[in-house]
T-cell receptor, first 115, second 112 residues
Framework: AQKITQTQPGMFVQEKEAVTLDCTYD???????LFWYKQPSSGEMIFLIY??????QNATEGRYSLNFQKARKSANLVISASQLGDSAMYFC????????????FGSGTRLSIRP | DTEVTQTPKHLVMGMTNKKSLKCEQH?????MYWYKQKAKKPPELMFV???????INESVPSRFSPECPNSSLLNLHLHALQPEDSALYLC???????????FGQGTRLTVV
């Protein structure tokens, strides 16, 4: 069975600082993908970044990077130079190829940026 | 273009009503998803369609009936819902099992 764990229910960060959101996962599959999504209070689920299990380099998208440590089964999201607009709920998610396209989510981390 | 469009954005329905949620994507994605999300909780998978065929039903009550008329469109038909079915319903699509998934803005459903 697959499982995603986010251990930080909430975080407060000063504007312009970098922040790391933790995510660990559990799967027995060799082939899987890891996702991060941002969900503002409006409810839309915004795709941020994707990492495939066979990707050798950590994924980066603008201010977002994914710190992928396969042996530790962790996929932490790093946001550099945080902005007020980064305040939102952040979900880590996983899909493994043996699970027939299922995408499962962690419990989420609510990030609040202080001015 | 990474847009998944859901309509309506908001829906209020009585327990005896029949309504439908619509999801559309024009990215050529072959997998489409319905999720249900309650407040302060992560999304819960309901259904997955792969190549227009239902591939996963997460033991969803029959008052929710999915339909995939073509590769771009996914519907969720609602009938005889209960107040506890009130939630945000999210649609998503992805090209293959090894790519990212994109979500629509969701439909906020209230059952009265």
């Amino acid at each position: 069975a697959q499982k995603i764990t986010q251990t930080q229910p909430g975080m407060f960060v000063q504007e312009k600082e970098a922040v790391t959101l933790d995510c660990t996962y559990d799967t027995s599959d060799q082939s899987y993908g890891l996702f991060w999504y941002k969900q503002p209070s409006s409810g839309e689920m915004i795709f941020l970044i994707y990492q495939g299990s066979y990707d050798e380099q950590n994924a980066t998208e603008g201010r977002y990077s994914l710190n992928f440590q396969k042996a530790r089964k962790s996929a932490n999201l790093v946001i550099s130079a945080s902005q007020l607009g980064d305040s939102a709920m952040y979900f880590c998610a996983m899909s493994s190829y043996s699970s027939a396209s299922k995408i499962i989510f962690g419990s989420g981390t609510r990030l609040s940026i202080r001015p | 273009d990474t847009e998944v469009t859901q309509t309506p954005k908001h829906l209020v329905m009585g327990m005896t009503n029949k309504k439908s949620l619509k999801c559309e994507q024009h990215m050529g994605h072959r997998a489409m998803y319905w999720y249900k999300q309650k407040a302060k909780k992560p999304p819960e998978l309901m259904f997955v369609y792969s190549y227009e065929k239902l591939s996963i039903n997460e033991s969803v009550p029959s008052r929710f009936s999915p339909e995939c008329p073509n590769s771009s469109l996914l519907n969720l038909h609602l009938h005889a819902l209960q107040p506890e079915d009130s939630a945000l319903y999210l649609c998503a699509s992805r090209q293959t099992e090894s790519t990212e998934a994109f979500f629509g803005q969701g439909t906020r459903l209230t059952v009265v």
